[in-house]
């Protein structure tokens, strides 16, 4: 067997690189060639023995066959125990009174009274009492033939709604109902005027405007190219201290109104 992961040195004594080398004996080929052919099989069929189930819902237990060998059915004494029905405690006493009543000699032979058969007998209707009439009532010929008048026409016809005006109770509602028109009143129409613009009103300026010669033709100063440079400044990474600061604020002196707005409100400061 030869070892593993076997460093090798190449090259000179000022350049050296070592290389990992993996060498695989004839064994360990055979045993990854095995692994291989064991991982490229189809998984097998488990529906193969369908009798070798672990648990079992049968009324009866299934039959034991020669050739076919089947789970062998044990059960432990605490599950006989509980797959037993729960008996009565020997300290139970019948207490409840069967269903069926024996009646008494006396009871067969006895007489009813005539209260007691007036009671037994069922109440009578009242004097005058009439059955419901029925829903579907049968119509004579002489309804089925009849010619209905202007009047009963008139009244047959549905009522129309009427308007209540809240903003003029002196007028009678009566006489205003859907349908009829009704002039607006002069307020009404100028309320519902759109509202005119202004006569000094000016539209607002349009955002691509013409830019004249002048602009165009115009060379900017040394001064202005100067400004309009943003400001360089190195990064973090360049040597830049942001908490550095420079000779001129150090030396510099603060004017009088300076001085004035960096002193606190005077209802802010506590007297001592």
């Not at 300290?91 to 409840?96: A, H, M, T, V």
């Not at 007489?111 to 005058?128: E, F």
């Not at 029925?134 to 549905?158: D, E």
């Not at 349908?179 to 955002?207: D, E, N, Y």
Request: proline fraction near 11%.
């Amino acid at each position: 067997m030869v070892t593993r992961n076997a460093p090798l040195t190449i090259g000179s004594s000022s350049s050296i690189t070592t290389v990992s080398c993996c060498v695989y004996s004839e064994q360990e080929r055979f045993t990854m060639a095995t692994r291989t052919d064991r991982l490229a099989l189809p998984k097998p069929n488990l529906l193969r023995f369908p009798d070798r189930r672990s648990v079992y819902w049968l009324d009866e237990l299934p039959t034991r066959s020669k050739n076919i060998s089947t789970t062998a059915f044990e059960l432990t004494p605490r599950l006989d125990q509980l797959a037993r029905s729960k008996q009565s405690s020997r300290f139970f006493k019948e207490s409840r009174r069967s269903p069926e009543w024996m009646v008494s000699a006396a009871a067969l032979k006895a007489c009813p009274s005539q209260r007691v058969c007036s009671l037994a007998s069922p109440r009578v209707p009242v004097d005058g009492w009439q059955s419901d009439r029925p829903l579907l009532a049968p119509l004579s010929v002489a309804v089925k033939t009849a010619k209905p008048s202007p009047r009963i026409c008139n009244l047959a016809q549905p009522k129309r709604a009427k308007m209540v005006l809240t903003h003029a109770p002196s007028v009678d509602s009566s006489t205003h109902a859907f349908g009829v028109p009704t002039p607006p009143s002069s307020r009404i129409l100028q309320l519902a005027s759109p509202k005119q613009v202004h006569a000094q009103h000016a539209l607002a300026r349009p955002v691509s405007g013409p830019v004249p010669d002048r602009v165009l033709k115009a060379v900017a100063s040394e001064s202005l190219q100067t400004l309009a440079r943003p400001k360089t400044r190195q990064a973090l990474f360049e040597g830049y201290d942001p908490y550095r600061v420079s000779p001129a604020a150090r030396a510099a002196t603060a004017s009088p109104r300076l001085m004035e707005l960096s002193l606190p409100l005077p209802r802010k400061c506590k007297s001592q």
